[in-house]
C-alpha cells in the first residue's frame, strides 16, 4: 500500500449526495480477478456517453461533457470534494481500487457509508469527514477559483485552504499510523498469533458447536 | 452483577480476541462466506505473501453473481465471468474449501445457502466480501460485509479489526395489514431514516411484529439493514430461530446441540439494557411499498403518489429529486400504480427463498383463475430461486408450474437481475418491478429503472402490467402458508 503523509491536491467537486459504489465502478468491471487497471473505468456510466465493457481502451470513447470530472480544470484532481453518505452501496473494494488507480488520493466528504470507508484505508486513499458547512463552503470555493488545491496533512490531521484556513479533522490512530507508514494490516495481527490461539482454545470448550 | 446488555453487547464480547485502548478490538470470525466476485484479489494476496489459511473449516464457498440462469449445460458464455468462477474453484480446490460449485444442486446466493446448510448459526460472527452479508443477522449473529483486503485478512487471521458501533433498537409493534410484508418493513424504516440513517450502527429488530416474523421475513428485514447504513442488522434468537437450524446439514448434533441451544436462547437484548437510538414503528400503518427513484429512501405507500421537488427539504435533497425523476422517466403528481413495468425480477438475496415464490405464485394462481397471465406489455417477468434447494422445493410444491402458466419465466439459481452481472439486465429506459434491494442508477443494467417491491407486489406489477394495490386482490395466504 503506497503510504499517506501529505498532499498538494487539486480538488475536483462531485456534488450529490448518495453516491453509491455501482456508480463509482459498474459491475460489470468486477468480473476482473486483479487489483488494477480499474481508474479508465472509474465512475463509467456517468464518464462516457457509450456502454462501457471489460477491456474496452477508453483513450478514445465519446466522453460526456456535463461530467464534472471531464472537465477541463479538474484534469489530474487528487481530492474528491463530496456529499453525504459516499460509497454507500456495495461493498465492492473495487471502489477505492478505481479512485486510487484514477488519481485521487483523498475525498473529503460530510459522511461516508461506513464498508467504504473502512476500504480506503486499506488502499492508501484517505477519507476525510468534516461538517456540512464546512463541505458547503469548500464547494463554493472551489467552483469560484479554477486550480483550487488543498494542502492535506495526515501527521498535524489539517486540511489548509488557499487562503490559509487552516481545517482540523480527526482520524483514529492506529489507522493513521498504518496510512502513513503503508503497512500491512495482516502482519500486525499476525503478531497475536498467540492471543489468537488463546481464544480459540477457550472458545473449543465454550461453544464447541463451532470447531466440530 | 453485570450491567444489561444489548444482543450487539453479547456477540461482540464473546468474540474480543484482544481489546486496544483507543476501542479498537480484534474480533474473532468463526463463519466466511466466499463467492467469486471480492475473493480472487484476496487469494492472490495470500499466494502472493506466502501466507497461509488459518482455519479452512470456518469457508463456505459458491460462485452466485456471475452465473448463467438459464442454459447451465452451455456453461458461462462469457469469458471473462467464466474465468472468474474458474478462479474460484482453482482458489477453493488450492486451499481445501467446502465449495459449492455451479453444478452442485445446493449451489446459489451466499446469504441463502448459509442459513439454509445451517452454516450461518445464532451467536456466530459471520463476514463475506457482500454488503448483504447483514442477512445473517436474523439468527442473532453478528454479521457484516467486508471489502477484499479484510476478506484476505480473515483468510490468513480468522480475525478483523473493528471499531464498536454504536446500538440501534427499531421496535416495530402490532399486527401488519394483509399482504403488507417485511420487505415493506425495511422499505418503511429505510424511508422513514434514510439511507444513512443507520450508519455507525448495528440495528437491532425487536417488538412483537419482528417476533411474529418467519425466519425468511427476518432474513429479508436483517438484509436491508445496509440500505439503511448500518454496519448489521440483527433479530433476537427465539424458538423459530432454533427450529429453523435443526436438523441442517451443518447444525450442531448431539449434546452440541443441546449445548448451543441452551446458549442460544440466551441471545436477546437484557430487559433494561440501553440503545443510543430507538425508532419505534406501528405495523398497522403500514401498506406495501414501493420506490420511485434512484436510492432505497426515495419510497412511497403503493397509494401515493410521485413526489413534487419543489417539496423536498433541502437543496442537495431537491437536486436529487430531480435527478431521480429525470433519470426514472417520471414526473411529479404521477400515482405510484399508474407506472406501467417493462420487466418483473423475483430473486436476490433479499426475496428468493420459499416463502417469497410461494407469495408471488400466490399471484400467479390467481391471475390463472382469473383468465389472466402476465400482460402483454410485459417483456419478460423472471423467477429466480435463491439455491437450488430452494428451487427444489418449490418445484416439490408445484410452485413452478403456477409460474409457467401465468407467463413467467422459472430460472436457475443467482444473483441474476439483482446486480447484472450477468446476461440477465434491463436495457436502456426499461423500467423493472423488482424484489431485489437497489434502486440505484444502472443497477440492474445502464440506464435501466428499478422500482423496489415485495414478492407479491411485483408478480401483481407483472399480471397488471402496472404497480397495483396487492390488498385489491384479496388474497388471503400471502404469508407463506403451505397450502
Excluded at chain 2, 462469457?78 to 460449485?101: I, K, M, P, S, W
Excluded at chain 2, 440500505?227 to 423459530?240: F, H, I, L, S
Aim: aromatic letters at 8%; glycine letters at 8%.
Amino acid at each position: 500500500m503506497k503510504p499517506f503523509t501529505s498532499i498538494h491536491g487539486l480538488v475536483a467537486p462531485l456534488d450529490r449526495a448518495n453516491v453509491d459504489t455501482d456508480a463509482i465502478i459498474p459491475k460489470q468491471f468486477l468480473k476482473s480477478i486483479k487489483r488494477s487497471g480499474f481508474g479508465p473505468h472509474a465512475f463509467d456510466e456517468w464518464r462516457y456517453l457509450d456502454r462501457g465493457e471489460p477491456g474496452m481502451e477508453c483513450a478514445h470513447r465519446p466522453v460526456n461533457p456535463d461530467f464534472i470530472l471531464n472537465q477541463a480544470r479538474y484534469q489530474r484532481a487528487s481530492v474528491l470534494l463530496a456529499r453525504e453518505n459516499f460509497g454507500c452501496g456495495s461493498s465492492r473494494e473495487h471502489a477505492p481500487w478505481a479512485l486510487e488507480d484514477y488519481g485521487f488520493r483523498a475525498i473529503l466528504a460530510p459522511s461516508f457509508a461506513d464498508i467504504f470507508f473502512n476500504n480506503c484505508f486499506k488502499n492508501g486513499l484517505l477519507p476525510i469527514v468534516l461538517g456540512s458547512d464546512v463541505i458547503d463552503r469548500l464547494f463554493l470555493e472551489v467552483w469560484a477559483c479554477a486550480g483550487y488545491r488543498l494542502d492535506i496533512d495526515l501527521a498535524a490531521q489539517t486540511v489548509t485552504t488557499p487562503s490559509g484556513e487552516v481545517i482540523p479533522f480527526t482520524v483514529d490512530g492506529e489507522r493513521k499510523h498504518r496510512l502513513q507508514n503503508g503497512l500491512d494490516d495482516i502482519a500486525l495481527t499476525l503478531q497475536y498469533t498467540d492471543e489468537i490461539k488463546a481464544y480459540e482454545a477457550r472458545r473449543r470448550i465454550e461453544a464447541a458447536w463451532l470447531f466440530a | 452483577m453485570t450491567s444489561p446488555r444489548t444482543l450487539y453487547d453479547k456477540l461482540w464480547d464473546a468474540h474480543v480476541v484482544r481489546q486496544e485502548s483507543n476501542g479498537t478490538a480484534l474480533l474473532y470470525i468463526d463463519r466466511h462466506l466466499v463467492h467469486e466476485v471480492t475473493s480472487p484479489q484476496a487469494f492472490e494476496g495470500l499466494r502472493l505473501s506466502g501466507r497461509k489459511l488459518w482455519r479452512a473449516k470456518t469457508v463456505l464457498a459458491t460462485p452466485d453473481h456471475n452465473v448463467p440462469t438459464c442454459d447451465r449445460a452451455a456453461g458461462i458464455v462469457d469469458a471473462v465471468a467464466r474465468t472468474q468462477v474458474e478462479t474460484l474453484d482453482a482458489n477453493c480446490a488450492e486451499y481445501g474449501l467446502n465449495e459449492f460449485r455451479m453444478d452442485d444442486s445446493r449451489q446459489g446466493i451466499v446469504h441463502v445457502i448459509g442459513p439454509e446448510q445451517g452454516f450461518t448459526l445464532p451467536g456466530a460472527t459471520l463476514v463475506c466480501g457482500d454488503s448483504h452479508t447483514s442477512t445473517h443477522g436474523a439468527f442473532a449473529a453478528l454479521a457484516f460485509g467486508i471489502g477484499t483486503s479484510e476478506v484476505e485478512h480473515v483468510l490468513a487471521t480468522q480475525c478483523l479489526w473493528q471499531q464498536k458501533s454504536q446500538a440501534m433498537l427499531v421496535k416495530v409493534d402490532g399486527e401488519l395489514r394483509g399482504g403488507v410484508t417485511a420487505k415493506d418493513i425495511a422499505l418503511a424504516v429505510i424511508g422513514k431514516i434514510g439511507t444513512a440513517g443507520g450508519t455507525g450502527y448495528a440495528v437491532e429488530f425487536g417488538g412483537s411484529t419482528i417476533r411474529s416474523l418467519s425466519m425468511e421475513g427476518r432474513m429479508t428485514l436483517c438484509n436491508m439493514a445496509i440500505e439503511a447504513g448500518a454496519r448489521a442488522g440483527m433479530v433476537a434468537a427465539d424458538e423459530n430461530t432454533i427450529a429453523y437450524v435443526e436438523g441442517r446439514p451443518q447444525a450442531p448434533q448431539g449434546a452440541d446441540w443441546e449445548q448451543a441451544a441452551a446458549y442460544w436462547r440466551t441471545l436477546h437484548s437484557d430487559l433494561d439494557a440501553v440503545f443510543d437510538r430507538v425508532l419505534e414503528l406501528d405495523a398497522a400503518t403500514l401498506s406495501p411499498q414501493v420506490t420511485w427513484g434512484t436510492s432505497p429512501e426515495m419510497v412511497l405507500s403503493v397509494e401515493g403518489q410521485v413526489p413534487n421537488p419543489a417539496d423536498a427539504p433541502d437543496a442537495v435533497k431537491r437536486a436529487d429529486w430531480q435527478r431521480a425523476l429525470a433519470y426514472m422517466g417520471l414526473s411529479a403528481g404521477v400515482a405510484i400504480t399508474e407506472i406501467a413495468i417493462d420487466k418483473a425480477f423475483i430473486g436476490s438475496c433479499t426475496n428468493s427463498r420459499i416463502e417469497d415464490l410461494r407469495a408471488a405464485a400466490c399471484v400467479a394462481r390467481w391471475a390463472v383463475a382469473h383468465g389472466r397471465r402476465v400482460a402483454s406489455n410485459v417483456k419478460l417477468a423472471m423467477v429466480v430461486p435463491g439455491s437450488g434447494l430452494v428451487k427444489a422445493e418449490a418445484e416439490e410444491e408445484g410452485l413452478h408450474r403456477d409460474f409457467l402458466a401465468a407467463g413467467f419465466e422459472w430460472r436457475e439459481p443467482g444473483c441474476s437481475m439483482c446486480l447484472a452481472m450477468n446476461a440477465d439486465r434491463l436495457e436502456p429506459g426499461e423500467r423493472c418491478a423488482s424484489t431485489s434491494n437497489r434502486n440505484f442508477e444502472g443497477r440492474q443494467g445502464q440506464g435501466g429503472r428499478t422500482h423496489l417491491v415485495s414478492p407479491a407486489m411485483a408478480a401483481a406489477a407483472a399480471v397488471f402490467g402496472h404497480f397495483v394495490d396487492i390488498r385489491d386482490l384479496k388474497l388471503d395466504n400471502l404469508g407463506g402458508v403451505r397450502r
